[in-house]
């Protein structure tokens, strides 16, 4: 019943297999929750979304990642408009040190919190162990977000956040007449 409108924004990306995931993380936490670039330059500047973030999902052959903003109906195109901004900007710009010193504490400390509990971990394993990425990746994990580097995520935005490429979803309520 909410008057909203939700602007996806997709690209094809890497599989569960690649060590190129852990950039991706390292992407949507410097650009998702409510110190991230998508939330200042959409939310917070333009007063335009109510939800923003990316996220990616990593399949056994490929993946995807999604930028996203929940909007009025009539923004949607504004929105739209600064997301290919933001994209672009990620491309063309590494990511300030600032902003991946925290976005790397946040994803170790989420990791650790993670992994205090038994069934956390048995599950982790377990699917790890079954993909074939052994039962020993969630030791990795730290040390692969630590050794990111701002030119390391520029580059994987180079890679594969082309614009030409993107698959742009727009959902909202239709218009009565």
Known sequence: EKDQAMVLMGFHTVSLFSEERYRFDLLTSTSSGGSGTLYDAIRQKEGLAYSVGAYGIFGLD?????????????????????????????????????????????????????????????????????????????????????????????KTAQTYFDLQKSATIVIAKEKES
């Not at 994209?87 to 590494?94: A, D, K, S, V």
């Not at 989420?110 to 790890?128: G, H, M, P, V, Y």
């Open 62 to 154: 490929t993946g995807y990642y999604v930028f996203y903003a929940a909007t009025a109906p009539g923004q949607t195109d504004r929105v739209q408009t600064l997301l290919r901004q933001e994209i672009t900007t990620l491309r063309e710009h590494p990511v300030d040190e600032a902003v991946l010193r925290r976005a790397k504490q946040e994803l170790i400390g989420n990791n650790r919190i993670e992994l205090q509990s038994i069934s956390s971990i048995a599950f982790k394993t377990a699917l790890d162990e079954c993909y074939g990425l052994g039962y020993r990746t969630i030791d990795q994990y730290e040390q692969n977000i630590l050794r990111m580097t701002a030119g390391d995520l520029q």
